[in-house]
């Protein structure tokens, strides 16, 4: 976890990060990028400690982290704070990996961003769940979302 006085210095490596890994990303993104980083109450690091000799395969291992992830989410929201969950190039960076103790294969799914919300946040239009679920009844299943 990342919070109080650590976040600009924090910031400043997420930065050098991104500029390594997008250094076209315009002004205005790497910007924003560094003041999130830099302001939010908390910031949650997802790290994997992935084991590609593992008996558990290796999509079961980074389907636990995002599970983990969406729980702390959840409880986030259900105790009334913020969570956001943000990601980008800027997470495969070496230098900032092996800075949050993941060195080779350590990897990580993004962050959580924690915070307190300072008005309702309404709730967005989802995508309408019929064109992602399905039964299968022995045929080859055509999902909505995927229709021309």
Request: hydrophobic share 45%.
């Amino acid at each position: 976890m990342i919070k109080g006085k650590h976040r600009e210095a924090f910031a400043d490596l997420v930065l050098e990060a991104m500029e390594r890994q997008e250094p076209d990303a315009p002004k205005a993104k790497r910007e924003k990028r560094h003041h999130r980083f830099s302001t939010m109450p908390a910031i949650i690091a997802l790290g994997m400690h992935i084991r590609h000799d593992h008996k558990i395969p290796v999509i079961e291992q980074e389907m636990t982290v995002a599970a983990g992830a969406m729980n702390v989410l959840n409880a986030l929201h259900a105790e009334g704070f913020g969570g956001m969950w943000v990601t980008g190039p800027f997470c495969e960076d070496r230098v900032l990996l092996d800075a949050l103790g993941l060195p080779e294969p350590g990897r990580i799914a993004g962050f959580i961003f924690v915070g307190t919300p300072e008005k309702v946040i309404e709730d967005r239009k989802r995508p309408d769940i019929d064109d992602y679920f399905a039964i299968w009844k022995g045929e080859t299943i055509v999902f909505g979302a995927d229709a021309d």
